[in-house]
């Protein structure tokens, strides 16, 4: 490169100094030295250039080549976009339809299970209220047979301790001397029986009260427990436990045992 513009500088410089021709704007040159010149330009030149004159004639062609290259790749790449995106759908709608195949299968089996909970929590109240209706009859059976048992002994000793004041009576008043005082005891001993079994029929009552109430408390123990256990089976918050009320069979059972070992 260096050359070409040694030879150019030198051109420039056989120009300025040629001799100009007459009335025109020409001038006479050497032309060997010019030729000579013009080829050693030439000989300077790198190829390189050529090459770029020739790029240069083909830019056109270059670049048409490079837009049909780019559309073609934006093509390819529109329609590979476009099968991501269907295949995208379409294993989406295949996901969803499994999850709701999934949710619709879990929900079923909740609900069989809750009803079978249900169903197991009425056999379980069932059975205790048959149990409690059963222990309610006996408890019941036994209070009458006490309150019964009571009675007739108070009578008993009722009829006893009025036949012995009749008879003490009766001996009393065949002395004319302690005609009074036999009223007074036959009176006092009257008074005694009867308020003996006064008494007598008072414990009877009582004692049918307190079992009448425990039995009231063992069944509010029940259908607390019941309830308890529905609630739970309502909130899904666990299996629920029944006969865990402190008033249960069991308990109601030891304290019922307690009081006729006192008795």
Known sequence: MYRVFEALDEL???VEEARGVPMTAGCVVPRGDVLELLDDVRDAIPGELDDAQDVLDHRDKLVGDARASAEKTVSTANAEAQDTVENARDSADRILADAKAQADRMV??????????????EAEAERTVLEGQREYEGLTVRARTEADRMIES?????ERSVADGTAEQNRLVSETEVVQAAHA????????????????????DVYV???LAEFEEFLSGTIRSVGRGRQQLRTGSGVPEYGSEP???????????GRRSRH
């Open 209 to 211: 009260d307190t079992k």
């Open 108 to 121: 079923s089996e909740a609900s069989a299970h809750a009803d079978q909970l249900v169903a197991d929590a």
């Open 185 to 204: 005891e036959s009176a006092r001993v009257i008074d005694s029986a009867h308020a003996e079994s006064d008494r007598m029929r008072s414990e009877c």
């Open 247 to 257: 008033y249960g069979e069991s308990a109601y059972g030891n304290q019922e045992q």
């Open 154 to 158: 108070g009578t008993a000793s009722y």
């Open 12 to 14: 420039v410089a056989i």
